[in-house]
């Protein structure tokens, strides 16, 4: 009896430390790849449990947050006055608009 416990016990414990491992930074890269506007690809690197971590850090830190063009659909830097695709020219209130829903996101 106490055989079975002790395997279910370290069945428990290998689960956990794969999804500490390998669930984890997939899950919060792929919710900063949301709010930062940029491809969820990034997560691909999550193959391998060291690169999800690094993936994820990317990111979340070394990333710039991105915006969609209203005319092509790019995505374009947050600051962005001219689409580098289609030459849309936006205002200064799109802008503000954008950073608005980028701060919504983060919270």
């Known amino acids: 009896m106490e055989n079975i416990f002790e395997g279910v016990i370290g069945f428990i414990v290998v689960i956990l430390f794969i999804i500490i491992l390998w669930v984890v930074p997939i899950w ?3 919710k900063w790849a949301k709010i930062k506007g ?3 690809l990034w997560m691909l690197f999550g193959i391998h449990p060291f690169f999800g971590w690094i993936a994820f850090l990317i990111l979340r830190y070394g990333v710039e947050p ?3 063009c209203y005319k092509c ?3 374009i830097k947050m600051e962005a006055q001219i689409c580098r ?3 849309n020219q936006m205002s200064q209130e799109e802008i503000n608009y954008a950073m608005k829903e980028y701060q919504d996101r983060k919270k």
């Open 38 to 40: 940029v491809s969820k």
């Open 73 to 75: 659909k790019e995505s």
């Open 85 to 87: 695709y289609c030459g």
């Open 28 to 30: 919060l890269g792929l």
């Open 66 to 68: 991105r915006k969609q």
